[in-house]
């Protein structure tokens, strides 16, 4: 038996899919412990070693395990918490206040109380050194080694943790920052070291500096937790190959995520994108909204037959210029809390009550109203099954907290302060899909929607109603999907090599110097990850823009148009992404363009497990009915008598008219009264709108023809 594993360490939950254990993919959660996430790793895994293997000692289990894939999000929370590393800067003299500075905007220029986020290295930590490079990495001044040797000192008295250095222009040579990478090195051979043109060799300093800055801040506490998995996975016995989740949706090994630790600072839903395609596929959609909302956050992406990415981003309002998917992300989770603001009005999340002490139906402790016990007392949950009733859950707990704290202060009912509670956490998570949607130019309505985490199937037709969506889809492994996508990843890396020119008058041998330069960096990783050369891929990008304009437009270029040097090629590539970003060209006008950066990304196959699928059993859902309860449905704003599935027992083809819930051991899915339900055959459920039989028609019977055939 060889086990291929997916672990996504959630605020809350910590996830785990097994392939290869039998046709079916095996689902687990355990409580995630915040101060080392890797005991719940362990604590997880010797539960699954229980279920699936219970005569078996835990060191067999363990060593039949092949593939671990694992995201993690110690290095998002030690920068949403202000607890990474102390760090220092050494950086070019007169511009170490580029990192405060930013780029000297006003985030509010209207909002006289805003104030600037607090840097990540403080000012007399940010050491200005003597040397010049002009923008085309010659020599001006040079590297002033006094200067490094008199900032080093400052950092050995300090105890400094870890040091960034980024010096100007250092992207067109990086010669100056490795000579004083060399002198720290030998003189703070303890201290976590980041490199700017090893990190990011581009232009644009402070997008630089600020990368450097956030990857030596969160790079110490990354690698102790790192340390700590692989000291508990070999103690364990774990002898397979551990990955890493990127935030790019790929994979690394493990030495690649300490030595470049921000490229982990999406790592947890970087996995739900790529799972939300592949059950999207199965119904024959190319391009879907993945959703996923835990027990802290919702997560939302698009994704057009790949997962979107962006090629800059901000973290707790700190930039980043690494390739990421595309994921916006509120406080909307599960254990969101309820609250009354100054003026009386009520507000779900972004706080949260986190995994201890947790809602207060969880009879932990909590004793403030989440989002949990607004479902509970709604009816979307049965108290004695929730995780399949390992966990009873307490629905007076709930109530007094939603009393106390929501409904008494405002002169409501439980009822209606729950219900009030349940349609302002939907109306976040909608506006959060418009920021994915809307904003980046797309129609939301032209997407299937995929509902995933442990929460989000519960609110799912409630977002659906507010975005006019008409189909929806909840895979079987809705409440672990980003655990799911991580299973589906590749070896991935990501260049970066600026290159300023214009398209007219390109020099296509130095392009071509350029990209053979970043795809032999590819091979060398890759082959050091033991991929083989058939199963390594490449793609291109470029970051265009007219002439005289600021920002750039970044877009696939197909490999055949720079092999036969087609410029036009490129040239209408541009233009389309320029037109459906802004909505017009400067095409007619004739304004040359201009390429400012080139990038490759070198994908390395990793082998998928299988999905099984199911041959279509017949619409009626009777044989799974585990009864009836009431449930409040938001469009009548009253409660029900409903069906109550148990989604074990359904099969392809099975039909649910809403409202009703269906029951699984590790979410509910709520199928409100707007909306109809059928099971495909990867047995997910497909959710479309009532009236909008052609949509279940289009998509379910393609289906039954693959499986009738």
């Not at 605020?11 to 687990?28: L, M, N, R, S, Y």
């Not at 918490?81 to 209207?110: F, N, P, S, W």
């Not at 090893?198 to 500096?209: A, H, N, T």
């Not at 879907?288 to 698009?302: K, L, N, P, Q, R």
Request: hydrophobic letters at 40%; proline letters at 5%.
């Amino acid at each position: 038996m060889s086990l291929k594993i997916g672990i996504d360490v959630g605020g809350t939950f910590t996830d785990f899919i097994v392939a290869g254990h039998g046709p079916e993919a095996v689902i687990h959660k355990v409580l995630s412990t915040p101060d080392d996430p890797s005991i719940a790793v362990v604590a997880g895994l010797e539960e699954l070693a229980a279920r699936l293997a219970p005569r078996a000692q835990f060191a067999d289990f363990i060593r039949s395990v092949d593939t671990i894939v694992h995201g993690t999000t110690v290095a998002t929370n030690a920068t949403l918490t202000h607890t990474g590393a102390k760090c220092a800067l050494l950086t070019t003299r007169g511009v170490r206040d580029a990192l405060e500075m930013r780029r000297g905007i006003r985030e509010r220029q209207y909002d006289n109380r805003y104030a600037n986020v607090k840097p990540l290295v403080p000012r007399y930590l940010r050491v200005g050194v003597g040397g010049r490079l002009d923008r085309n990495g010659s020599e001006l001044e040079a590297l002033s080694l006094d200067d490094i040797h008199s900032a080093i000192a400052l950092l050995k008295a300090e105890d400094i943790e870890a040091v960034s250095i980024c010096f100007m222009n250092a992207f067109a040579n990086p010669a100056h920052e490795q000579a004083a990478a060399e002198l720290v090195r030998s003189e703070l051979p303890g201290a976590y070291l980041t490199v700017s043109t090893d990190l990011l060799p581009s232009i644009r300093f402070y997008e630089r500096v600020s990368t450097t800055a956030l990857n030596s801040y969160v790079g110490p506490k990354l690698n102790h937790y790192l340390d700590q998995l692989v000291t508990r996975l070999a103690a364990a016995g774990f002898g397979g190959v551990l990955l890493i989740m990127q935030s790019n949706g790929g994979v690394i090994s493990p030495q690649l995520a300490r030595e470049k630790a921000a490229l982990t600072l999406l790592s947890g839903p970087a996995g739900g994108p790529s799972a939300g395609l592949f059950f999207s596929a199965a119904l024959g959609f190319d391009r879907c909204i993945t959703t996923d909302m835990g027990g802290t956050s919702f997560e939302a992406s698009v994704a057009i037959e790949r997962p979107s990415t962006v090629n800059d981003g901000e973290i707790a309002r700190h930039k980043i210029a690494l390739p990421m998917l595309d994921i916006h992300t509120i406080g909307a989770g599960g254990g969101s809390i309820g609250w009354l603001d100054e003026g009386g009005l009520l507000r779900v999340g972004p706080q949260s009550a986190g995994a201890l002490p947790g809602p207060a139906c969880y009879g932990k402790g909590g004793r403030l109203p989440t989002t949990t016990d607004a479902n509970l007392v709604l009816g979307y949950l049965d108290p004695n099954f929730f995780a399949g009733g390992k966990m009873r859950l307490d629905p007076m707990a709930a109530r007094r907290a939603i009393k106390e704290n929501i409904a008494a202060p405002m002169g409501l009912t439980i009822e209606a302060a729950a219900a009030g509670m349940y349609r302002i956490a939907c109306n976040n998570m909608a506006q959060g899909v418009r920021e994915v949607t809307i904003k980046r130019g797309f129609d939301p309505r032209e997407f299937a929607f995929v509902a995933a985490g442990g929460a989000g199937p519960m609110h799912s037709c409630m977002i659906c109603n507010e975005l006019e969506i008409p189909l929806q889809i909840v895979p079987p492994s809705a409440s672990v999907l980003c655990a799911f996508g991580m299973l589906l990843s590749e070896l991935q890396h990501d260049f970066v090599r600026t290159f300023v020119a214009r398209l007219e008058s390109l020099d296509w041998d130095r392009l071509d110097a350029t990209l053979g330069d970043m795809r032999r960096e590819g091979d060398r990783m890759l082959e050091e990850e033991r991929v083989a050369p058939p199963q390594r891929r490449y793609r291109v990008r470029f970051d265009c823009r007219y002439l005289k304009q600021y920002h750039e437009v970044s877009f696939e270029v197909v490999g055949a148009a720079v092999e036969r040097r087609d410029g036009a090629a490129i040239a209408r590539a541009f233009h389309d992404e320029h037109n459906r970003l802004y909505g017009y060209t400067l095409e007619a006008e004739g304004t040359p363009i201009e390429i400012i950066n080139v990038r490759m990304q070198a994908l390395g196959a990793t082998d998928r497990p299988d999905y099984p699928t199911e041959r279509f059993a017949g619409q009626d859902a009777r044989g799974a009915l585990k009864g009836r309860r009431s449930v409040y449905v938001p469009e009548s704003e009253t409660y029900e008598t409903v069906r109550i599935y148990d989604e074990h027992r359904l099969r392809c083809g099975n039909a649910i008219p809403g409202p009703a819930v269906i029951e699984t051991v590790t979410t509910a899915i709520f199928v409100s009264g707007s909306f109809d339900c059928v099971v495909d055959r990867y047995r997910s459920f497909v959710l479309y709108r009532k009236g909008r039989e052609d949509l279940a028609r289009n998509a379910f019977e393609r289906e039954t023809e693959k499986v009738m055939a």
